[in-house]
């Protein structure tokens, strides 16, 4: 793999803007509007607007604790919405249970990455593709993306180290062929060159047409993976913009790049 994550292209131009419910793009894969959603009564993500377009990549980026990982699971139907919608094309996913939001075409891949550690590498990509038979054309192409996964096939999935599951984690998320890929906090627990690689993989993987979104704390890797970015505070959008003008935003950069 590349030694370090590409450089995702700039898809706006201008300053980047507070949020605004007027940016939705009624034409983008994924449209997420006025969305609240929570646990036990409690709203933790609060009136959230974003979009994602057909093979673009986009982070949500933002401190522990700002919202990101439940944004995620609502989207994906793992966390019910307590206000606003989500579509994924023409279909509405709001209501959906997660099993048919991932049959629509959205892989979702957790931080926790949430193996099979008794089960094998290859018994692991096999239930990604549940409920369908395991393609051997897709497997080939998750093996050709991860080597070491190819001749790891046999071993067990939690005699593996961190960078290897987190490949695993993604590869099983790819055996659906999905039309979008999210991902939350794919670099937790990865030493920093391994977090690298696993950006230059998802930069590649986005190269070749797959939508992306992504969650992440580690701001700068997200910034280079990503078209455009939304900044997420205490369950809410106060930035966003593309990537270059986030980067360049002195209050962006005072909170999460440690630049004054």
């Known amino acids: 793999m590349a030694e370090s994550a590409a450089m995702g292209s700039q898809s706006a131009s201008g300053a980047a803007t507070p949020h605004s419910p007027a940016a939705a793009d009624p034409e983008a894969l994924l449209r997420v509007e006025s969305l609240s959603s929570g646990y036990l009564g409690e709203d933790v993500v609060l009136?959230?607007?974003?979009?994602?377009?057909?093979?673009?990549?986009?982070?949500?980026?933002?401190?522990n604790g700002a919202g990101k990982t439940t944004l995620l699971k609502t989207i994906c139907g793992l966390i019910p919405t307590t206000a606003g919608e989500t579509r994924f094309g023409s279909r509405r996913?709001?209501?959906?249970g997660a099993h048919r939001v991932a049959r629509l075409g959205v892989a979702f891949v957790p931080a926790e990455r949430h193996l099979f550690n008794t089960m094998s590498v290859e018994e692991n990509l096999a239930l990604g593709a549940y409920p369908h038979r395991p393609d051997p054309e897709t497997l080939d192409s998750v093996f050709e993306l991860f080597p070491r996964l190819g001749e790891r096939r046999g071993q067990h999935a939690g005699t593996m180290s961190g960078g290897e599951q987190q490949m695993l984690a993604v590869g099983r998320a790819l055996m659906s062929r999905p039309r979008l890929l999210i991902l939350d906090e794919p670099t937790t627990g990865l030493a920093p060159v391994l977090a690298s690689e696993a950006y230059a993989t998802l930069g590649r993987l986005r190269g070749e047409g797959l939508t992306v979104l992504v969650a992440e704390q580690h701001v700068p890797l997200a910034l280079s993976l990503a078209d455009r970015a939304y900044v997420l505070d205490h369950g809410r959008v106060d930035l966003e913009g593309s990537s270059a003008e986030l980067a360049d935003n002195p209050e962006v950069r005072r909170a999460y790049l440690g630049i004054s």
């Not at 009136?47 to 401190?63: C, F, K, M, R």
């Not at 996913?93 to 959906?96: H, V």
């Open 93 to 96: 996913l709001t209501g959906l």
């Open 47 to 63: 009136d959230v607007n974003l979009t994602v377009a057909a093979g673009e990549a986009v982070a949500v980026i933002g401190s």
